[in-house]
Nanobody, 122 residues
Framework: QLQASGGGLVQAGGSLRLSCAAS????????LGWFRQAPGKEREFVAV????????YYANSVKGRFTISRDNAKNTVYLQMNSLKPEDTAAYYC?????????????????WGQGTLVTVSS
């Protein structure tokens, strides 16, 4: 089970850190990703970190502003979001692959958490 938290209301230019804690099993060797869904839009890829932690991918829209990281001791993945923009407003979802290979494809993920809402005001 994956539990996302850390969402909230922030002004443009501000920062938030999302957390996704896993329970019930270890995800220490699984690729972990973040996706988001804005109102009226399809869910889209944001970032992923491989099981080893050596590989990360980011959507072009967040590259240079967001950082994904993991703490295997805490069975948790993080998304540090800086320089937030109103267009980052969305429900953010964490997900895990059964594999350790990083992927930006939503259909490659096997486990999903509930969303945490991020609202960026202008």
């Amino acid at each position: 089970q994956l539990q996302a938290s850390g969402g909230g209301l922030v002004q443009a230019g501000g920062s938030l850190r999302l957390s996704c804690a896993a329970s019930g099993r270890s995800f220490s060797s699984n690729a972990l990703g973040w996706f988001r869904q804005a109102p009226g839009k399809e869910r889209e890829f944001v970032a992923v970190i491989s099981g080893s932690g050596e590989t990360t991918y980011y959507a072009n829209s967040v590259k240079g502003r967001f950082t994904i990281s993991r703490d295997n001791a805490k069975n948790t993945v993080y998304l540090q979001m800086n320089s937030l923009k109103p267009e980052d407003t969305a429900a953010y979802y964490c997900a895990a692959r059964a594999s350790g290979t990083a992927s930006f494809r939503e259909r490659m993920y096997d486990y999903w958490g509930q969303g945490t809402l991020v609202t960026v005001s202008s």
